[in-house]
Nanobody, 123 residues
Framework: QVQLVESGGGLVQAGGSLRLSCAAS????????MAWFRQAPGKEREFMAA????????AYADSVKDRFTISKDNAKNTLYLQMNSLKPEDTAVYYC????????????????WGQGTQVTVSS
């Protein structure tokens, strides 16, 4: 039932920062585990970060764990991804996803997906 809409993507120089948002509607995210994935052209969808329904981050991809931070605001029904020290290899479409209760880093285990927001990092 829940619908997800990503926003906050754009063009940024290497070393810069962006904050992505994922607004949920049609249901509360309070009891959902959520995650961020990304997909570059010609590449498989790649796990970035996941968060428990309780709000505690549970996993980060090795490539971003020192630069990205996942969080959620239950009152605003919104998931966030703070991205710092961006690199050209971070260029991709970023997607948020949700599943009931338990977080996962596996694409097929998420039943709800947003349409994605483009992030482009220039050299």
């Amino acid at each position: 039932q829940v619908q997800l809409v990503e926003s906050g993507g754009g063009l940024v120089q290497a070393g810069g920062s962006l904050r992505l948002s994922c607004a949920a509607s049609g249901g509360t995210i309070r009891t959902y585990a959520m995650a961020w994935f990304r997909q570059a052209p010609g590449k498989e969808r790649e796990f970035m970060a996941a968060i428990h329904w309780s709000g505690a981050p549970t996993a980060y991809a090795d490539s971003v764990k020192d630069r990205f931070t996942i969080s959620k605001d239950n009152a605003k029904n919104t998931l966030y991804l703070q991205m710092n020290s961006l690199k050209p290899e971070d260029t991709a479409v970023y997607y948020c996803a949700a599943r009931a209760l338990i977080a996962s880093r596996t694409v097929h285990e998420y039943g709800y997906w947003g349409q994605g927001t483009q992030v482009t990092v220039s050299s």
